[in-house]
């Protein structure tokens, strides 16, 4: 597919930087957001295809295990505003069920495998990296929440996000990191890093552009 990881590497960042162009320049806008899901599918893609030492189907089970639990948790969110917060979806992120994109759910396994891997490339003591790669999620989703309605991700009655919302985030991100360690799934691809920088990066120049300029 590429040359070398460092190819990859440099796509993924290159990749993220021309989406934060093709949103911020008002005439691509729809364009971009309408290909946000398939540069989700395609972050997680290059990720495992780069796994280490070989994606089995122990780490197949387990990420579509996060993957089906992360969308029925927020199926239960949008319908009893009890886990999250009173919040609905918009479009960006495409096809709903039960009012619940069903990307959200590979987003939540997208983003245990990234930061597992990275908190494993810190760390071999799995509290320690459960609890890494828990607040790494929950950092991406305190930048995320900042421009998620001004993409049409989503949104939050009052545009206020509550602090519930962050909480339940970080206890979920513990309860799949704390999954991924007890069923002895190590995530570990050189590709997690850039995936998760390059999205955290994206988003950041989102804010900077539509909230600060």
Do not use: C
């Amino acid at each position: 597919m590429f040359r070398s990881e460092k190819d990859v590497k440099r796509f993924i960042y290159i990749f993220f930087l021309i989406g934060a162009a093709g949103v911020i320049i008002h005439f691509s806008r729809s364009i971009f957001l309408w290909l946000f899901p398939f540069a989700l599918l395609l972050s997680l893609f290059l990720m495992l295809f780069y796994h280490r030492p070989q994606f089995d189907i122990r780490t197949a089970a387990g990420l579509i295990f996060i993957a089906l639990a992360g969308f029925f948790i927020e199926v239960a969110g949008v319908e009893t505003h009890y886990i999250f917060g009173n919040y609905f979806y918009g479009s960006t992120l495409g096809i709903k069920i039960l009012n619940t994109p069903l990307m959200i759910g590979i987003n939540w396994a997208l983003l245990v495998y990234a930061t597992g891997s990275i908190a494993a490339r810190l760390t071999d003591n799995i509290p320690v990296r459960i609890l890494t790669g828990s607040l790494l999620m929950l950092l991406y989703d305190i930048l995320l929440e900042q421009t998620a309605g001004t993409l049409d991700m989503w949104y939050w009655k009052d545009s206020n996000v509550p602090i519930r919302n962050y909480l339940a985030w970080f206890l979920i991100a513990v309860a799949f990191h704390s999954f991924m360690g007890w069923r002895k799934i190590k995530p570990d691809s050189p590709v997690a890093f850039p995936v998760f920088f390059s999205q955290s990066l994206f988003f950041l120049i989102l804010l900077i552009f539509f909230k600060v300029v």
